[in-house]
């Protein structure tokens, strides 16, 4: 079953002030990530870790 995670965005001080992933059986980790769709920042400093056999799905407000 799929599990909705809806903790709003926030701007941080400096990079890499969150948390660290534990990355020794992550099969995908990415730090820091951010996409621009028409100019428009959607996405800024993401980072996040997918365990190995794991799915996992971004969904925006309108579901895409």
Same mark, same amino acid.
């Given at each position: 079953?799929?599990? +909705? @995670? +809806?903790? $709003?965005?926030? /701007?941080? /001080? *400096?990079? #890499?002030?969150?948390? &660290? !992933?534990?990355?020794?059986?992550? #099969? !995908? %980790? %990415?730090?820091? @990530?951010? *996409?621009?769709?028409? *100019? &428009? $920042? %959607? !996405?800024? /400093? %993401? +980072? !996040? #870790?997918?365990?190995?056999g794991e799915a996992v799905g971004l969904l925006? $407000?309108?579901?895409?």
């Amino acid at each position: 079953m799929a599990k +909705s @995670i +809806s903790t $709003p965005l926030t /701007d941080t /001080d *400096k990079i #890499g002030a969150g948390p &660290r !992933l534990a990355t020794e059986n992550m #099969g !995908l %980790v %990415v730090r820091h @990530i951010g *996409k621009t769709y028409k *100019k &428009r $920042p %959607v !996405l800024r /400093d %993401v +980072s !996040l #870790g997918v365990q190995r056999g794991e799915a996992v799905g971004l969904l925006g $407000p309108n579901g895409a």
